[in-house]
């Protein structure tokens, strides 16, 4: 009974029953009984009172009854859905869904039919109720016929069945199956498209002695398994963009390691080889120097094996830790001057002008420069190398020049390497640009910008 009715209800039924008692008492009873009739009446009046007051109280207390049900339905919602914020794994996210709908609408069985993308088709099935014997013992869950399949039905209805046998729509149960006696269901949509169907069978009566008495299903539990599914659905999309995510993280750790390996170990690696080939050849003619280079070739080698770690855990070449961008490009400079006959000249500002660079600018510069400088000792055959760097408006410049032999830059990605094109990523990573200019018998000029504040 809404609030208006109740108002209309409590004005004009003491107004009506008043007029009526007033109507017998002047017109009804006989002059001579007078007095029995002003007793009769006042009786009546105090019968209606009561009887007034019982209707409307009881109206009354069922409201409050409602109200306070209503309130425990919105506050079992709510921390439904506070629960179902606290995981982000997707398939913990599944279960936890189909537990808590569950434990909301007080109910012996519950399931989650999850469709497979761009289909009416059930994919997973995620059961809470049964144990793992009770699901081992049914077999292959169930595919999306019977009343299951109604749901799935894009233009499909939420469920209320308080009588399944009954219900022509239903195909029966698969042998071992427990019995179920109601069902209620509905779509978890999100952003338009349905992701998965929410079941939800034998309702409990938990004011029971037992707590095990079935009863039925009502509108009021549709609705908030209803408002459950809203909040289920945004808990599944997050946990979706969590994943992938996760995913697009470990894709660009690939992506950084491989770089890593390619500008860092393998120009060790290969630097170290070229190493002892130099080696091999002086063994005869010069004992002491081949014997040196081997002691070299040992102390890269453990080097390597530091580094390798240190890539892995996402940290910078040990040999280079706490460098600055001068310091750091001066070790190489000087580490590839006494690995080979080439004169390199590095040229810088005072450490004093230099502005102030970001960990990751510096490594991503040094890993640039250690791939130009390794790509002229394995390419060039040149004899002198220049490094220059300057600082201007704004911008960091470094130039990397040879005197080798060259190469066509548009045709060097045929080779099937990459150093080229992990130094244009590291320094567009950065927000600035690499220029490379080189012909056959010409050298290379390597420029490196980088826009500075």
Do not use: C
Not at 177 to 203: C, W
Not at 238 to 257: D, I, P, S
Not at 374 to 391: E, F, P, Q, W
Request: aromatic content about 6%.
């Amino acid at each position: 009974m809404s609030t208006r009715a109740l108002k209309w209800i409590s004005a004009l039924l003491p107004m009506g029953f008043m007029v009526g008692v007033l109507y017998w008492r002047f017109y009804i009873v006989p002059q001579a009984r007078i007095a029995e009739g002003n007793l009769y009446a006042l009786v009546a009046v105090a019968l209606g009172a009561v009887v007034f007051s019982v209707l409307v109280f009881s109206v009354i207390e069922r409201r409050e009854e409602e109200i306070e049900l209503r309130g425990d339905q919105l506050e079992a919602l709510h921390e439904s859905a506070l629960a179902l914020t606290t995981e982000l794994d997707i398939q913990a996210v599944l279960q936890k869904v189909v537990d808590l709908s569950r434990a909301l609408i007080h109910s012996k069985y519950g399931a989650l039919g999850v469709l497979a993308p761009g289909t009416q088709r059930i994919e997973q099935f995620i059961t809470s109720g049964l144990t793992t014997e009770q699901r081992a013992r049914i077999g292959a869950p169930p595919t999306g016929h019977g009343l299951l399949g109604v749901l799935i039905d894009p233009d499909g209805e939420p469920l209320l069945i308080n009588d399944i046998r009954k219900d022509p729509r239903s195909a029966g149960f698969p042998p071992n199956h427990p019995p179920m006696q109601s069902l209620v269901g509905v779509p978890i949509r999100s952003k338009g498209e349905t992701f998965g169907n929410l079941y939800l069978a034998d309702k409990i009566d938990m004011d029971g002695p037992n707590g095990d008495r079935l009863i039925n299903f009502e509108e009021g539990d549709r609705l908030l398994l209803e408002k459950f599914a809203t909040q289920a659905a945004i808990a599944i999309e997050n946990a979706q963009l969590y994943r992938q995510t996760q995913e697009l993280a470990v894709l660009q750790e690939r992506e950084r390691f491989s770089m890593d390996l390619h500008d860092g170990i393998m120009q060790a690696v290969y630097a170290t080889g070229l190493s002892l080939q130099e080696a091999e050849h002086s063994v005869g003619e010069q004992p002491e120097t081949a014997r040196e280079r081997i002691q070299q070739v040992n102390r890269d080698l453990s080097q390597v094996q530091r580094d390798i770690r240190n890539y892995i855990l996402g940290l910078r070449p040990d040999r280079y830790q706490d460098q600055d961008l001068i310091a750091g490009i001066d070790l190489m400079a000087r580490e590839l001057r006494a690995n080979t006959l080439m004169e390199i000249n590095f040229d810088h500002p005072r450490k004093t002008s230099m502005p102030a660079l970001e960990e990751r600018q510096v490594s991503q510069i040094m890993h640039i420069v250690r791939e130009a400088l390794t790509n002229i000792r394995k390419h060039a055959h040149a004899r002198h190398i220049g490094l220059d760097m300057t600082v201007g408006e704004g911008e960091l410049v470094l130039e990397i020049r040879d005197d080798g032999r060259g190469f066509d830059p548009s045709k060097a990605s045929e080779d099937g390497g990459n150093g080229l094109l992990n130094m244009r990523q590291r320094m567009q990573s950065l927000g600035g640009d690499v220029n490379i200019a080189s012909a056959a018998g010409q050298g290379t000029r390597v420029e490196l910008s980088l826009p500075l504040g």
